[in-house]
Structures are given as structure tokens and as C-alpha cells.
């Protein structure tokens, strides 16, 4: 690896090993252990012939993807007339009630 003479059936191995692990989709503890190969030595292989290549080492992905949190909730009242009024949590409470109010006296 790094430093080191190069062995150019061992490189071949290694590049066989990381582009094979690319396609198989698997993890790459997944294929290490399916291929019996060790993990560790994966990873530098890896490594050093990105550096070799002058590509840019990869980072991996762990299937996360950018959420945004909602703090809001949606509140439901069900009046006995069946008439449903939702709105969010962060409506005034005074008008709310005085919808609810309005809507079950049954004067709309």
C-alpha cells in the first residue's frame, strides 16, 4: 500500500474487490465477510488506489436523507352535528372556540 512497492496482481485483486463490492450493492462488511476478505485491508485498499487513481475519496452513504421537523400539529374537533374542524396548533384558541361554538349552536 502506501509506500510500499507495488505488486501488480495484488493491486489487480484489490481493484476486483472494491469495483465487485460497488456492484454487488452490499455493504461492505456484507461482502468482506461473503468473499472472506478482511475489512480492514478492504478499506486501505480502497483508499490508496483512490489516492493511486486521484479520485476523490468516497464518502459513504447511509441511506439518510434530510428531514425538516414540524413542530405543528394538526388538532381535529368533531362536533355531534358530524361537522369537523381542523386547524393547527398554533391558531388562537379564543378564535377556535368561538368557531366551535358558532358551528355547534347550529345558527350557520
Not at 70 to 84: F, K, R
Request: contains cysteine; charged residues 20%; glycine residues 10%.
Amino acid at each position: 500500500m502506501a509506500g510500499q512497492r507495488r505488486d501488480p496482481k495484488r493491486e489487480q485483486f484489490w481493484r476486483e474487490a472494491v469495483a465487485g463490492q460497488r456492484r454487488s450493492g452490499q455493504s461492505v462488511r456484507g461482502y468482506c465477510q461473503a468473499h472472506g476478505l478482511n475489512q480492514s485491508n478492504f478499506y486501505a485498499w480502497r483508499r490508496d488506489l483512490q489516492q493511486r487513481d486521484g479520485a476523490p475519496a468516497a464518502r459513504p452513504t447511509a441511506g439518510f436523507v434530510p428531514v425538516q421537523v414540524v413542530t405543528e400539529a394538526i388538532i381535529e374537533v368533531v362536533l355531534p352535528s358530524g361537522v369537523i374542524v381542523r386547524t393547527t396548533s398554533s391558531s388562537e384558541p379564543m378564535a377556535v372556540a368561538r368557531l366551535v361554538a358558532a358551528l355547534g349552536s347550529g345558527s350557520c
